[in-house]
C-alpha cells in the first residue's frame, strides 16, 4: 500500500477534507466502499467538515447523497456550482457568459470543425448537433458522453438562450484523446473558459468560466467557515484536481492517478483497490482525536 502523510501535528490541525468523486472517493460506477464510509463517520467526529469536490453535474449527485446523507454540500461541476445535497437546491454557481457560446463555438469550429459541444446547466444537459449521435459515442466507456445521449439538442445560434451554463464541454467524434484536444482548443480559450479534463481517453474536455475550479470554490466554502488552506486535506486523481491539490495544505493524489495530478500534489493516498482516502481520514481521525483528548 502506498501513502505518504504529513506530521502527526498538520493532520491533528485538519478541519476540511474535500475529495473528488469518481476514482477517488468512488469507482466510477460503485457505490462507496464501508471502509470510506466509516472513516468519513470517523473524521466527522472529530469536527471535521467533509465535502465532495467533483466535475459531476448537479443531477448525478444523487447517488453520492444516498449514500452520504450526513453530508449536506458538495461542490459540483469543476467548481462551477455548490449544491445543498439535502434539498436538492443549488446554493451557489459561477457560470459561464451566455455572450461567449456563439463566438466561441464559431472560433472553434475555424479551427477544429469536426467538434461537437454540450452545455451543462442547473436544469440538465443540451447538447449541439452531432454531440453523441456517432460510433464513437456508441462504444465509449465515458459516462459523461453515454449520459447525453437522450440530451435534448439546441440548434447552433442559439446557445446564448440557455441561461446559466455551469460547463461546457467538447468532443471530437470518433477521438478518445482528451490531453491532445486540450492543447488544441486551450488557446482558444484565454480569457473567457478555464479548460481541463477529467478522464485522459474519454476525448472529452471540459470549460468553466475563467477562473473557476475546484480549488477556487472550495477556498470560499472553507473562508465562509473560517477555514485557512493549511487546515484542509484534499484528495484527486484527475488534471481537474490540481488546482485543488495545490491550494490545500495536505493536497493527496490517489496512487494510481494521473501522473500530472501525482506531480501536484505533497502527499499519496492510497489506490482504490487499497482502501483509497479511508486510511487517510482514519490517520486524521486519530490524529484529531489524541490532540482534542
Known amino acids: 500500500m502506498s501513502m505518504h502523510l504529513p506530521d502527526e501535528r498538520a493532520l491533528a490541525g485538519i478541519r476540511l477534507i474535500a475529495t473528488d468523486v469518481d476514482g477517488t472517493l468512488l469507482e466510477t460506477g460503485t457505490p462507496i466502499t464501508t471502509r470510506v464510509l466509516e472513516a468519513i463517520d470517523a473524521v466527522r467526529e472529530t469536527g471535521a467538515h467533509v465535502v465532495p469536490v467533483t466535475g459531476r453535474p448537479l443531477r448525478w449527485m444523487d447517488p453520492v447523497a444516498a449514500q452520504l446523507p450526513q453530508l449536506q454540500w458538495a461542490i459540483c461541476a469543476n467548481g462551477s456550482a455548490v449544491l445543498d445535497m ?42 449541439s448537433p452531432g454531440f453523441v449521435h456517432d460510433s464513437a459515442t456508441e462504444l465509449s466507456e465515458s459516462a459523461a458522453v ?117 506531480q501536484a500534489a505533497a502527499f499519496r493516498a492510497p489506490s482504490l483497490a487499497d482502501g483509497g482516502i479511508a486510511p487517510v481520514l482514519e490517520a486524521i481521525a486519530r490524529a484529531r482525536s489524541a490532540e482534542l483528548g
Request: net charge negative; charged share 15%.
Open 146 to 262: 453515454r449520459a447525453r445521449l437522450e440530451a435534448p439538442e439546441i440548434a447552433y445560434g442559439e446557445e446564448s438562450t440557455l441561461g446559466t451554463v455551469l460547463k461546457v464541454l467538447v468532443r471530437i467524434p470518433g477521438s478518445y484523446d482528451s490531453e491532445a484536444l486540450l492543447n488544441a482548443v486551450s488557446p482558444l480559450t484565454s480569457g473567457i473558459f478555464h479548460p481541463t479534463h477529467s478522464n485522459p481517453s474519454s476525448g472529452l474536455i471540459e470549460l468553466a468560466a475563467p477562473g473557476i475550479t475546484k480549488a477556487h470554490t472550495l477556498e470560499v466554502f472553507a473562508a465562509d467557515r473560517g477555514i485557512g488552506s493549511p487546515e484542509v486535506a484534499a484528495f484527486g486523481d484527475m488534471p481537474n484536481d490540481i488546482e485543488m491539490l495545490t491550494w490545500a495544505g495536505a493536497g493527496f493524489a490517489i496512487a494510481d492517478g494521473h501522473q500530472q495530478a501525482l
Open 86 to 127: 439535502q434539498s436538492g437546491q443549488l446554493a451557489a454557481a459561477y457560470g459561464i457568459d451566455p455572450g461567449q457560446l456563439v463566438d466561441f463555438r464559431e472560433r472553434l469550429h475555424s479551427v477544429l470543425p469536426q467538434a461537437v459541444l454540450a452545455y451543462e446547466t442547473p436544469d440538465g444537459s443540451f447538447t
